[in-house]
């Protein structure tokens, strides 16, 4: 007898609601798809378990016998689930400072609601981490070409500022306009920074570039006054360097932050991510 785990769950719902539009909502699938579930339900068990109408659904006698099992097995089912789920890890790269408060509710929510844990793991390239497999999925900032066959969410566009080293003299503005940076050193991370030449059009890019390989170099070479550099503004209240200080910036662009996986990566545990991700995706 071919039943499947839908048929019971669909089964189960609509007895619960005792509703197919309810239980279509719940299960997030339409209501006519609901009833064929239902209806090859029946079909194969040769039964009828559910008396319907315009304006109630009713168990049948039958129905109410067998609902009794189905919720046993679908119960037995989930804490079987359950104990494999604990040990489940999703693998979440990232290349400096997580954006916040985005992480913490998306990371909450989503070990919340599947009892997977997430991993976070430091890269100097995420993407390069993703290809290797090494990494489940990445977040992302700035633009950049995805690997080949990677899917992409963007999230979210974070704020830019600023900054540069305790005795620089920007240190004297109230502010930086995007389009004076150009007159200015500029200290770029080329692996994961989001703030570079390409940001500018030919004539309006920085004449003098100095280039460090991730943010940790970065930093340092800003804090030592050898030029300055742009961030998202997360960087403001998550850095703690005395040697730096940051300065707002006008008129510039917001630097995107996505999600890059590929989609033959634990496919369902991802998906829950996403899902989770996305509530969270406007930050607060």
């Not at 039943?3 to 197919?20: C, D, G, N, Y």
């Not at 609902?67 to 046993?72: G, I, P």
């Not at 489940?88 to 070990?111: A, H, I, K, N, Y």
Request: hydrophobic letters at 40%.
């Amino acid at each position: 007898m071919d039943v499947e785990l839908r048929h019971l769950r669909a089964f189960a719902s609509v007895a619960r609601h005792r509703s197919f539009s309810r239980a279509a909502e719940e299960l997030l699938i339409t209501q006519p798809a609901l009833s064929r579930t239902v209806a090859q339900l029946e079909g194969k068990l040769s039964v009828r378990l559910l008396d319907r109408s315009s304006r109630h659904v009713e168990l049948t006698d039958t129905g109410a016998e067998f609902l009794v099992h189905v919720e046993r097995v679908l119960a037995t089912l989930g804490q079987a689930l359950a104990v494999v789920s604990h040990r489940v890890t999703l693998r979440l790269g990232f290349s400096w400072l997580l954006p916040d408060p985005w992480t913490q509710q998306t990371v909450s929510r989503f070990e919340e609601t599947t009892g997977a844990t997430v991993s976070l793991t430091r890269t100097d390239d995420p993407l390069q981490a993703l290809r290797q497999r090494v990494l489940d999925i990445a977040v992302v900032r700035g633009a950049f070409d995805a690997p080949p066959g990677a899917r992409t969410m963007h999230l979210f566009d974070e704020p830019r500022i600023a900054v540069c080293s305790e005795h620089s003299d920007l240190n004297r503005f109230d502010h930086l306009d995007w389009t004076d940076v150009q007159h200015w050193t500029l200290v770029v991370n080329t692996v994961s920074g989001t703030t570079g030449p390409w940001s500018w059009p030919v004539d309006q890019r920085p004449d003098r570039i100095i280039e460090t390989a991730n943010y940790d170099e970065w930093l340092e070479t800003v804090a030592a006054n050898r030029g300055i550099g742009i961030v998202p503004e997360v960087a403001q209240r998550r850095t703690q360097h005395p040697a730096v200080r940051f300065v707002p910036l006008t008129n510039a662009p917001a630097s995107p932050v996505s999600l890059v996986h590929f989609p033959d990566a634990q496919r369902t545990l991802i998906r829950r991510f996403l899902d989770a991700a996305v509530p969270a995706a406007v930050p607060e």
